[in-house]
């Protein structure tokens, strides 16, 4: 079994930047983020298809970007203008199949990093 391990998770200001990195141990066709606060249910964030198709969640739609980066096997969430709505612990995700993956029943995560929003 193979897992992803995301890093880049820290504190970020209201309307600031930061950017978190996920390393799969080898290709992954379909690659993802997905978010859970304490008080909410795990929610979609974005996606990214071997194609280059992208889909995002709505409340980050216009502020977050998912892309792989030159090193093959890593990929990132480029997050702007957040807001304290975006503190949550943040997993990666990855499996061949894009609308399962999607659907957040992956075969590979990873095991999260945090996010701090504050005022």
């Known amino acids: 079994q193979v897992h992803p391990v995301e890093s880049g998770g820290g504190s970020v200001q209201v309307g600031g930047s930061l950017t978190l990195s996920c390393e799969a141990p080898g290709w992954m066709n379909s690659l993802a983020w997905f978010r859970q606060s304490p008080a909410k249910e795990r929610e979609r964030v974005a996606i990214?298809?071997?194609?280059?198709?992208?889909m995002y969640g709505d409340a980050v739609k216009g502020r977050f970007t998912i892309s792989r980066t030159n090193t093959k096997y890593i990929w990132s969430l480029q997050m702007t203008r957040v807001i304290p709505e975006d503190s949550a612990t943040y997993y990666c995700a990855a499996d061949p199949d894009f609308w399962r993956l999607w659907s957040g029943r992956a075969n590979y995560w990873g095991q999260g990093t945090l996010v701090t929003v504050s005022a």
């Open positions: 990214l298809s071997t194609a280059g198709d992208t």
